[in-house]
């Protein structure tokens, strides 16, 4: 879909972002958040380590799909999120994240959109739901 942000509609999705976790990729965010815990480094329970929460969160984020675009002098803001973690990533897995608008509505004058994010894993497991309210800003014009 080719659209900008705030012209995403319910129904509307924005591409899905389909992204491998590399250990590489997963040491380096450790290293960047400081979080050495053995369930990310070693695994736990004969389980392969897994993929650090907050790197999910982070990639689940609307502004990872590859078609997510703003126009000029518009912008997006996340208001309110809901997150529930369903199951563990494992380092090695790809992750394919999609991102759909749910809900559209106006509040205090501002238009909002309701963005409902699922995460999988290659084997189909949920591993995240995601639901986001995101604020649209468009800014006037200069005279």
């Known amino acids: 879909m080719d659209k900008y942000s705030h012209e995403m ?3 509307d999705s924005y591409a899905p972002l389909d992204i ?4 590489e990729y997963h040491q380096q965010y450790l290293y ?5 815990d053995a369930r990310y480094v070693n695994g736990i329970d004969g389980n392969p380590p897994e993929v650090h929460a907050a790197m999910i969160l982070n ?12 126009a000029e002098n518009t912008g997006t803001v996340m208001g309110e999120t809901e997150c529930q973690f369903c199951n563990p ?8 994240i999609t991102y ?8 205090r004058g501002r238009d ?4 409902s994010t699922t995460v999988t894993d290659g084997d189909g ?7 986001t309210h995101v604020a649209i800003m468009l800014k006037e014009k200069p005279v």
């Open 100 to 107: 759909d608008v749910t809900k559209t509505f106006e509040k």
């Open 125 to 131: 497991r949920i591993i995240l739901k995601r639901h």
């Open 89 to 96: 990533a494992f380092v090695g897995s790809t992750l394919h």
């Open 9 to 11: 509609q319910v129904g």
């Open 112 to 115: 909002y959109q309701t963005v």
């Open 20 to 23: 491998e976790i590399t250990p």
């Open 32 to 36: 960047g958040a400081q979080d050495f």
């Open 59 to 70: 990639l689940s984020s609307l502004t990872r799909s590859p078609s997510y675009k703003v």
